[in-house]
């Protein structure tokens, strides 16, 4: 396959299939319905969830600044906190485009060598991995009764026993292959998870490591609230259990990855986590477009306003330092 046709499908198949879950979400309920909801939703709730929205990409961006400033640079926080919106912004039209605009954008402004800009994201990313696997085993400790029962009544336990020592030790026999072999593909692998190791393990050795963790924690908690409190926007979705909360979170973060910002596929992960606690899917689907629409609009309201104001800004912080020089010269 050539690199063109592989750069074409990585541009068209998120955005088909956007457009593939976006039917299927509103075949799922009359747009009448949808609109409905909309209109009945209290939209305090969702102000406070995007308020918190706000919060955690304010922290991710000061986050970002532990990460810059041992490699001997000062990263302003005007201008962190613009690249991080905008590069949200960007994600909606090229996946994983944003991460290199972000870079790009320090890169420009604050003179930080873009590779070295680029690694500090992808140690971000690493970091933001391993908080989401945490929070999915939390989720399978506290809920295991649940899951396991939810699973048991579907599916024969014997089979799912037997399913899962054929994956452990097909796991076991691809992990041994991948470590002994010599490959261009096993050594892309090892230098990946390798690669992951080092980003991990470089964020307790950062000076501010504890901070670091800190504003991880802290992003990864209003994330969670921030779907939480916009639950209570709608009626329907209100009292639902805090386990349907919490799959339901699961399954929407992994959503935004499959399309462009979450495109339809947000409303359907929501959906589908809701239905495992029998929640009816009409206010299921309105929640998960609720949820996507609140925050979309915030990212193009803030990343928009963000790269209007990302040459302003410079230039105007430029012309401060240049009259600032000019009178000390002046004074001496």
């Known amino acids: 396959m ?13 955005l088909v299939l956007g457009i ?12 009448s319905e949808l609109v409905q909801y909309f209109k009945d939703a209290d939209y305090s709730w969702i102000g406070i969830g995007v308020f918190l929205g ?35 912004l960007i994600n909606y039209t090229i996946p994983r485009a944003g991460e290199v605009s972000r870079a790009s954008i320090v890169t420009n402004y604050e003179g930080i060598p873009f590779e070295k800009a680029f690694g500090t994201i992808v ?7 391993f908080v989401m696997l945490g929070i999915i085993v939390i989720t399978l400790f506290l809920e295991f009764d649940f899951i396991f029962k939810f699973f048991s009544e579907r599916f ?35 230098t990946f998870f390798n690669g992951l190791i080092e980003g991990v393990m470089s964020i307790f050795r950062m000076k501010y490591k504890w901070a670091f963790i800190g504003h991880t924690l802290f992003i990864w908690f209003m994330y969670l609230m921030m779907f939480y409190l916009t639950s209570f926007s709608l009626e ?3 009292d639902i259990p805090f386990a349907a909360i919490l799959i339901g979170f699961i399954s929407a973060s992994f959503s935004i990855a499959a399309t462009n910002g979450g495109i339809g596929a947000y409303p359907v992960a929501i959906f589908a986590a809701f239905s495992i606690f029998g929640i009816a899917k009409e206010p299921s689907i309105a929640f998960g477009w609720i949820m996507w629409s609140s925050q979309t609009l915030m990212i193009i309201i803030l990343g928009g306003i963000s790269l209007l104001l990302l040459p ?18 002046i004074i001496h």
């Open 312 to 329: 302003l800004y410079n230039r105007w912080h430029k012309r401060k330092m240049i009259d600032a020089n000019n009178s000390n010269d």
């Open 20 to 31: 593939v879950l976006v039917w299927y979400s509103i075949s799922k309920i009359t747009f």
């Open 54 to 88: 706000i919060l955690s990409h304010l922290s991710r961006a000061y986050r970002w600044r532990y990460m810059i400033e041992p490699m001997g640079y000062k990263l302003r926080f005007a201008n962190s906190a613009m690249a991080v919106f905008a590069a949200y």
């Open 156 to 190: 024969d336990p014997y089979k799912i026993g037997i399913g899962l020592i054929v994956l452990l030790l097909l796991a076991f026999l691809v992990y041994t292959l991948i470590r002994k072999s010599n490959s261009k593909f096993a050594v892309k692998v090892r």
């Open 123 to 129: 140690a971000e990313r690493v970091a933001d991995m």
């Open 236 to 238: 329907e979705t209100s």
């Open 2 to 14: 050539s690199s063109k046709l592989k750069t074409i499908l990585k541009l068209t198949l998120p």
